[in-house]
């Protein structure tokens, strides 16, 4: 097991040497540069030259590079061009709030779709096979944003179920210990706080689950319906085998081999549908934040974002490789 880690994080390096490039002639080519975004349109050449001078930029392109490769080895992306604070200051504070909801996205669009993808197989051709299809469809199509809007227009607003926007109510006096509300409110005893800031999470961890949560039920459905096809099922039934040992030992398991990689995938890109679920409920996490910084063209957090998602996706795609370890011992042996 331990092979098998150290080998998956050397074949990382490359890929993130690879992005690092692609960031790096990103920022090179943007209108106006980096002296543009902190000077703003009317600088003058001469102001612009001399923020270029500051920074380096008008040195050679591979010295700029290295400058540029060092910083992000050294965590040091720069200061935010909206609040005056280093980079990786401002997402260490929002950080909490995106993880919060992404973990909790995922959660609803595992434990409902896995068993709801299991259980529409099994039924195949039955009223619950079609209603899950159908429904899939629907969350695939229908854009986050507009999701959003609909349940917060209805539960939140209309109804008045759940509240509409932020993590707590502004009357809650909560404790912060890690950032993340609801674990905050557990650690302190204030459970009060712990409830409301689970309120407050249910409407965009759906919202943000519909698309996982199609996918999952889809490509569980499919998997297992190929799974029950396979022979050594058969023969495990002829064997007299019991029900929950076929299912658990021979079709879940098998099955779910190509669902794992879905769900890593899915975790990664929650970040992304972040942007638009924060700015819908004013969540306060990075998503609402980088939606601030492209319309302020703050590159420097556009660069920290863009490389957290890439070390996110590095750490799924490894913990993915892991499941498929323990789930199939196969790839231990290769």
Not at 95 to 115: D, K, S
Not at 176 to 181: K, P
Not at 263 to 275: C, E, P, Q, Y
Request: charged share 15%.
């Amino acid at each position: 097991m331990l092979r098998l880690v150290v080998r998956r994080l050397l074949q990382l390096i490359p890929t993130l040497l690879g992005l690092s490039v692609l960031l790096f002639l990103w920022l090179n080519r943007l209108p106006g540069g980096p002296a543009s975004a902190i000077l703003g349109e009317r600088a003058t050449e001469a102001e612009v030259a001399r923020i270029n001078r500051a920074l380096g930029l008008d040195q050679p392109i591979w010295v700029q590079y290295g400058r540029f490769l060092k910083r992000i080895l050294d965590l040091d992306l720069g200061t935010s061009t909206q609040t005056g604070q280093p980079v990786w200051d401002e997402f260490a504070l929002r950080f909490p709030a995106t993880v919060e909801l992404g973990v909790a996205a995922i959660l609803i669009a595992v434990v409902v779709g896995i068993p709801l993808g299991y259980l529409a197989a099994k039924r195949r051709g039955g009223w619950l096979d079609v209603a899950s299809v159908s429904g899939s469809l629907v969350g695939i199509c229908i854009p986050v944003f507009f999701l959003a809007m609909i349940l917060r227009g209805l539960l939140a607003v209309e109804l008045g179920i759940f509240p509409s926007y932020g993590r707590l109510s502004t009357g809650i006096d909560a404790t912060s210990v890690t950032g993340f509300a609801v674990l905050d409110g557990l650690l302190t005893g204030e459970f009060d706080a712990s409830w409301d800031a689970i309120m407050h999470l249910v409407l965009p961890a759906v919202t943000l689950a519909s698309i996982p949560l199609a996918v999952i039920v889809r490509m569980t459905r499919a998997s297992v319906l190929e799974v029950l096809g396979e022979d050594y099922i058969r023969t495990a039934e002829s064997k007299g085998l019991g029900k929950n040992v076929v299912r658990v030992r021979h079709v879940l398991r098998n099955a779910l081999l190509p669902v794992v990689t879905a769900i890593g995938l899915l975790t990664g890109s929650l970040l992304s549908g972040a942007v638009l679920t924060e700015s819908v409920f004013s969540f306060g996490g990075i998503g609402s934040f980088i939606r601030t910084s492209i319309d302020a063209r703050d590159y420097p957090v556009l660069v920290g974002f863009i490389m957290f998602i890439a070390m996110v996706y590095v750490l799924i795609n490894l913990l993915v490789d892991l499941a498929y370890s323990l789930i199939d011992p196969r790839v231990r042996v290769h």
